[in-house]
């Protein structure tokens, strides 16, 4: 009985010794993390992808001289009279936009379209001397713009540092009430160039803020009035050149947009 009890301690002896060598190779359990949170690499905020977004502001034309350019050729010589006034049409404008953006490092280059309604109209009055020899009123003012533009900057992490500059398509109103009352009014798409810059800033993943202005430079246009005897003809011009200083929201969507994930 004796050597019986003796091998059943052996066996239950060895039994314990493996199975204290198979627990030494299990990791003794820890405190459960959780995951880091996402954060923004040393590559900053990823910019590329498209995006959408709203605008408003304030816009005015930049010092549009008018008058009335009365030309006459007594005896060959040509006289030209130049009267008029300084129109600045200004006030309150807002719209929408779109666009792309590309990344290469910190290099962001992009295309952006954007359609902007205006308000703002500004008239002046003078007395214009013989052979006119009346009130002339003129008022210019425009309704709508719309531009399409290359942006290139530099992003500073979550900021953007960007200039822009592409073709403008602006619809610009312009009348004349002149001597005797006849009236002389115009309405036209004028294509210019347009440039500026701005700053964005990355809020979060989807949504970023910035401030641009905006400088179009549409030409001067002359604009035939009704004759004023012979051999005497008269002209106004008008040019409507305009900057604009605006705010936005985008809101980014679609491709690797978002703020690059550390890995861990």
């Known amino acids: 009985m004796n050597s019986r009890i003796h091998f059943a301690f052996t066996i239950f002896s060895a039994g314990l010794v493996s199975l204290a060598a198979q627990a030494a190779d299990i990791p003794a359990p820890g405190p459960s993390l959780a995951p880091p949170p996402p954060l923004l690499a040393s590559g900053g905020y990823n910019w590329e992808g498209y995006y959408a977004g709203l605008h408003a502001g304030y816009g005015r034309t930049y010092d549009d001289k008018v008058g009335i350019h009365h030309i006459t050729n007594p005896g060959g010589v040509l006289t030209v009279r130049n009267i008029g006034g300084n129109l600045k049409a200004g006030g309150v404008l807002g719209g929408l936009q779109a666009g792309y953006n590309w990344q290469t490092g910190a290099l962001v280059y992009g295309v952006e379209a954007d359609v902007t309604l205006m308000s703002g109209k500004s008239t002046f009055s003078g007395l214009y001397p013989a052979p006119i020899a009346a009130v002339v009123t003129t008022s210019a003012s425009r309704d709508w713009s719309g ?95 305009h900057w604009q200083v605006r705010l936005g929201l985008n809101y980014r969507f679609g491709g690797p947009a978002g703020a690059v994930v550390a890995k861990y």
Do not use: M
Request: a positive charge.
């Open 147 to 241: 531009t399409l533009r290359a942006r290139i900057g530099y992003a500073f992490g979550q900021a953007l540092i960007y200039s822009t500059a592409g073709i403008s398509a602006t619809n610009v109103k312009y009348s004349l009430v002149a001597f005797g009352g006849t009236p002389l009014s115009t309405s036209n798409v004028r294509l210019a160039p347009v440039f500026g810059g701005g700053i964005e800033y990355a809020i979060n993943n989807n949504w970023s803020a910035k401030v641009e202005g905006l400088y179009t430079l549409i030409p001067k246009k002359s604009l035939p009035l009704t004759p004023f005897g012979a051999p005497a003809f008269l002209t106004t011009s008008e040019t409507q050149a």
